[in-house]
């Protein structure tokens, strides 16, 4: 089946840098999404992708669907405390309805 | 964005007895909701697929006996995990689709104890 490489595993940064995270697949997904999950919640969704090529900004989150319909990043400039917790990437092949391959996940840490 | 509410958020339970856990997409209509399995620092496990007015669809090891779904409306999907076990001890996540906008969105989580 379909699965999902997301990298890197942990980052530990200070507070202001950017961040660069990014997923690649070994199928074509049709949409791609990033979520946010802090300790004890569920995850927040923060950006969906639809199309190929697709560049979506939330704020200070920077998503792109890759134009091989293989890969996505997902960017956060200016990072701030807030930001900590663990970013999923997530992928819907075309051949399931909703349902969704996840990537293992980011850890962020943020130091102020 | 849309609102996905699960209750419990948390519960303890002893060991043999069920624990009921619903979830509830509060602004839109979920023809298909998801369950889903998640151990410290890992990434979430797909558990079974609930479709309304349908049988739920079961990934591969996952006991459908002992994970009972039901999608009784197109707001509500409730997981019932009988004869509980501290190996069953998890925080369980449910997510609803979201047709419009092939979105999942999650609830909460469930933070399940067995003693």
């Known amino acids: 089946g379909q699965q999902l490489n997301q990298s890197p595993q942990s980052m530990f940064i200070q507070e202001g840098e950017d961040v660069s995270m990014n997923c690649t697949s070994s199928?074509?997904?049709?949409?791609w999404l990033w979520y946010k999950q802090d300790p004890g919640e569920g995850p927040v969704l923060l950006i969906a992708?639809?199309?190929?090529?697709e560049l979506t900004s939330n704020g200070r989150l920077t998503a792109q669907f890759g134009i091989t319909r293989k890969d996505s990043f997902l960017n956060i400039s200016a990072s701030i405390p807030s930001d900590v917790g663990i970013y999923f990437c997530?992928?819907?092949?075309?051949?399931?309805?909703?349902?969704?391959?996840f990537g293992q996940g980011t850890i962020l840490t943020v130091h102020p | 964005g849309a609102v996905v509410s699960q209750h419990p958020s948390w519960v303890i339970c002893k060991s043999g007895t069920s624990v009921k856990i619903e979830c509830r997409s509060l602004?839109?209509?979920?023809?298909?909701m998801f369950w889903y399995r998640q151990f410290p620092k890992q990434s979430l496990m797909l558990m079974a697929t609930?479709?309304?007015?349908?049988?739920?669809?079961?990934e591969q090891g996952v006991e459908k006996d002992k994970f009972l779904i039901n999608h009784a409306s197109l707001t509500l999907s409730t997981l019932t995990v009988t004869s509980a076990h501290p190996e069953d001890s998890s925080f369980y996540i449910c997510?609803?689709?979201?047709?419009?906008?092939?979105?999942?969105?999650f609830g909460p989580g469930t933070r399940l104890t067995v003693l």
């Open positions: 997510s609803a689709h979201q047709g419009s906008t092939d979105t999942q969105y």
């Open positions: 199928s074509i997904f049709n949409t």
């Open positions: 992708l639809y199309k190929a090529g």
């Open positions: 602004d839109f209509q979920a023809t298909t």
């Open positions: 997530a992928g819907r092949p075309g051949t399931s309805y909703g349902k969704l391959t």
């Open positions: 609930s479709n309304e007015g349908s049988k739920a669809t079961y």
